[in-house]
T-cell receptor
Framework: NAGVTQTPKFQVLKTGQSMTLQCAQD?????MSWYRQDPGMGLRLIHY???????DQGEVPNGYNVSRSTTEDFPLRLLSAAPSQTSVYFC?????????????FGPGTRLTVL | SQQGEEDPQALSIQEGENATMNCSYK?????LQWYRQNSGRGLVHLIL?????REKHSGRLRVTLDTSKKSSSLLITASRAADTASYFC????????????????FGQGTILTVHP
């Protein structure tokens, strides 16, 4: 199994540009989520999904959109990039929506917005 | 706001020594998890302790949980250079509806450096 994969690994955007960060998992996990990691801030939850067609907001959802059309994929869209969105983005998945499940993380996407 | 606060922020030790990291949280939880992050990589799950457990072991890892003090500690015994990483605690809790959705709240992490 490849686990959780993310593309791209690195991305540089200009302010106002849009882009989609890709995330896929091959473990048939119901639960998927997106976090951003900033220095001194730990990981903060952006959006999450408990199954195909079901998404909800996390702690810092503004400026981001998600959709979940399949169990495997959970893309994160930046609508109009801002310098404040410079961060490292991690996608994670777990077997189900229970918080007792361990989460499996992708390798991350390092995004810089100029 | 962050639920977990790790202490210390950074820890530097020699190989063979024990490393202890602490995590404090604010609200009631149903479980607490520890993750490791090597530089430039994603997080890897280490261990989970439920709110009704007080201590758990996994190899060289020992986790304790004190729900009365809302704190947990992670002990790594006989540390190795390969243990150099950031360590995060993450708390899981029941939402207002009483379910345990998979939302975890992560702390800021402890950076552990183990010198050979």
């Amino acid at each position: 199994n490849a686990g959780v994969t993310q593309t791209p690994k690195f991305q540089v955007l200009k302010t106002g540009q849009s882009m989609t960060l890709q995330c896929a998992q091959d473990m048939n996990h119901e639960y998927m989520s997106w976090y951003r990691q900033d220095p001194g801030m730990g990981l903060r939850l952006i959006h999450y999904s408990v199954g195909a067609g079901i998404t909800d907001q996390g702690e810092v959802p503004n400026g981001y959109n998600v959709s979940r059309s399949t169990t495997e994929d959970f893309p994160l869209r930046l609508l109009s990039a801002a310098p404040s969105q410079t961060s490292v983005y991690f996608c994670a998945s777990s077997l189900s929506g229970s918080s007792y499940n361990e989460q499996f993380f992708g390798p991350g996407t390092r995004l810089t917005v100029l | 706001s962050q639920q977990g606060e790790e202490d210390p922020q950074a820890l530097s030790i020699q190989e063979g020594e024990n490393a202890t990291m602490n995590c404090s949280y604010k609200t009631s939880i149903n479980n607490l998890q520890w993750y490791r992050q090597n530089s430039g990589r994603g997080l890897v799950h280490l261990i989970l302790i439920r709110s009704n457990e007080r201590e758990k072991h996994s190899g060289r890892l020992r986790v304790t949980l004190d729900t009365s003090k809302k704190s947990s500690s992670l002990l790594i015994t006989a540390s190795r250079a390969a243990d150099t990483a950031s360590y995060f605690c993450a708390t899981g809790y029941r939402n207002a509806g009483g379910t345990s959705y998979g939302k975890l709240t992560f702390g800021q992490g402890t950076i552990l450096t183990v010198h050979p």
